[in-house]
């Protein structure tokens, strides 16, 4: 079997055996593909013969060429990661002998702070919209930024939401999370009366998606993403909002306002409290009266 076809049958894996989205598997195909066409220049055809050196010469040489911009940490992480798993898939279905990926040195990752909107900022954000968008777009962004502000969804779970996912009778919405996992979300009573509004107005059957395009299609992610842009600069802050600003914003919104974390957990979809927490802020003045509010005086 060619080393393509051994991707081929991998990519296969990830999506039919582990659910993994279309935007993964395009993530490890571009990923492997690289990896595979670096193989052969240096003349290996054969998987077998991939050590761990080879791989970590590969992950090394990464965007070194003058020509082309060095890449991200997190970049060559991900490359790491989706090498791995192929040796690890390949080794288990007996393609190849030994694991080379077994041994792979960690790639240490900054650690960064998520950013998230003030609450006037996401308000102002909003008040761009209401001000800047052509009249066909209006009702349509409105309620897309209003969705992740108040319910912290994902692009992808955004995007994917047929008006039939939206259950306005018992305050939840039909998600898939990652991993194709399915679940319901809670509705905020003020995001269902946003969605109630915003259902009025474009009038669509129950199986068509919840934001489309002007020419009638699912609103792609990308089209998110820019959008969610454009309004950033309108709003005065410089283009650097991101459709995760916004979900950073919901997770935040409930932490100073006393929801419990486990809360927060389940209402982002997160598997792991770690991940949650980092999503949280403070600045000193909250730390401060918090801490305040603590006795130490056993008379009270």
Do not use: C
């Amino acid at each position: 079997m060619m080393n393509n076809q051994y991707k081929d049958q991998f990519l296969d894996y990830l999506t039919e055996f582990r659910g993994r989205s279309e935007n993964t598997r395009s993530a490890y195909n571009f990923d492997l593909t690289r990896f595979i066409i670096y193989l052969k220049t240096l003349g290996i055809e054969d998987l077998n013969l991939v050590s761990t050196q080879t791989i970590e010469s590969y992950l090394y040489d990464l965007g070194r060429p003058k020509e082309s911009k060095p890449l991200s940490t997190i970049t060559k992480a991900r490359v790491r990661s989706s090498i791995k798993s192929f040796f690890r898939y390949l080794h288990r279905k007996d393609f190849v002998e030994n694991d080379p990926g077994l041994n792979l040195e960690s790639i240490k990752l900054p650690e960064r702070k998520p950013e998230y909107l003030s609450k006037e900022q996401y308000l102002g954000f909003l008040r761009a919209i209401e001000k800047d968008s052509t009249p066909y777009y209006k009702e349509r962004d409105l309620a897309l930024v209003k969705l992740l502000i108040k319910s912290g969804l994902r692009r992808a779970e955004i995007v994917n939401l047929d008006i039939s996912d939206v259950d306005l009778s018992k305050l939840r919405l039909r998600v898939k999370r990652k991993g194709n996992r399915e679940e319901y979300v809670i509705i905020h009573n003020q995001l269902a009366e946003d969605l109630r509004k915003y259902l009025k107005v474009i009038k669509r059957d129950l199986d068509t998606p919840l934001f489309m395009s002007k020419r009638g299609n699912r609103l792609s992610a990308s089209s998110v993403w820019h959008l969610v842009k454009a309004y950033s600069h309108k709003a005065g802050l410089n283009g650097n909002v991101t459709v995760h600003s916004l979900r950073h914003s919901f997770a935040t919104t409930l932490l100073a306002q006393g929801l419990p974390l486990p809360y927060i957990q389940a209402l982002m979809g997160h598997k792991s409290p770690e991940t949650t927490a980092r999503y949280l802020h403070f600045v000193n003045s909250e730390l401060t009266d918090a801490f305040n509010k603590i006795s130490f005086d056993e008379r009270r």
